[in-house]
């Protein structure tokens, strides 16, 4: 089975530009989250999507950043425009849903991560 | 690889030792904790859960021990090996917040041969 995808791994780009990230989650997961961590800081929750909807996108930073998941499957992430503090690893992870705990007890797999830094 | 903070917790150890990495979790309300490795360039793995109804669950060389009254989780590693090396991270999560995650700061842990 392959794991989460996140296209590029790596994104070097101007202040004021866009960037837009992408995240293919495992085949068949509902869940997809997006998280991001900010040089010398915790890894932090962004947001999370059941199939296409947005179930929580409490952590998103500003309305400079907007994610979507079109038709449930693949999710992007845009930051427009880009600031310095933007800079950072994003993290996609994506979870199958069950019938057990709940949601919040499925277990995440994270992607690779894409390392942005903005200049 | 990805560069960690410049104010992570260290644990060096000699391979073939046991490994204890602690974290403090902060919301008395969590009701599930996950530990996560990270090696470089890759993201976060998850290595073992445990849901607050329990206080010991084992896994594959490794242990995760849940104190509610402290607020406190730790994962122990037995005969820790090179491959162990990397940043592991505690997350916790309550029932309501459905998947959002918090993470702990993370603990860089070096294995020596």
């Known amino acids: 089975e392959a794991g989460v995808t996140q296209f590029p791994s790596h994104s070097v780009i101007e202040k004021g530009q866009t960037v837009t990230l992408r995240c293919d989650p495992i085949?068949?997961?509902?869940?997809l989250y997006w998280y991001r961590r900010v040089m010398g800081k915790e890894i932090k929750f962004l947001l999370h999507?059941?199939?296409?909807?947005?179930?929580?996108e409490s952590g998103m930073p500003n309305n400079r950043f907007l994610a979507e998941r079109t038709g449930g499957t693949y999710s992007t992430l845009k930051v427009q425009p880009a600031e310095l503090e933007d800079s950072g690893v994003y993290f996609c992870?994506?979870?199958?849903?069950?019938?057990?705990?709940?949601?919040?007890?499925?277990?995440?797999?994270f992607g690779p991560g894409t390392r942005l830094t903005v200049l | 690889g990805e560069s960690v903070g410049l104010h992570l917790p260290t644990l060096s150890v000699q391979e073939g030792d046991n490994s204890i990495i602690n974290c403090a979790y902060s919301n008395s309300a969590s009701d599930y904790f996950i530990w996560y490795k990270q090696e470089s360039g890759k993201g976060p793995q998850f290595i073992i859960d445990i849901r607050s109804n329990m206080d010991k669950r084992q896994g594959q060389r490794v242990t995760v021990l849940l104190n509610k009254t402290v607020k406190h989780l730790s994962l122990q590693i037995a005969a820790t090996q090179p491959g162990d090396s990397a940043v592991y991270f505690c997350?916790?999560?309550?029932?309501?917040?459905?998947?959002?995650?918090?993470f702990g700061q993370g603990t860089i842990l070096t294995v020596h041969p």
């Open positions: 992870a994506s979870s199958h849903w069950t019938s057990g705990g709940g949601p919040h007890t499925d277990t995440q797999y």
């Open positions: 085949s068949g997961h509902d869940n």
């Open positions: 999507f059941v199939k296409e909807s947005k179930q929580d």
């Open positions: 997350a916790e999560n309550i029932g309501t917040s459905y998947g959002k995650l918090t």
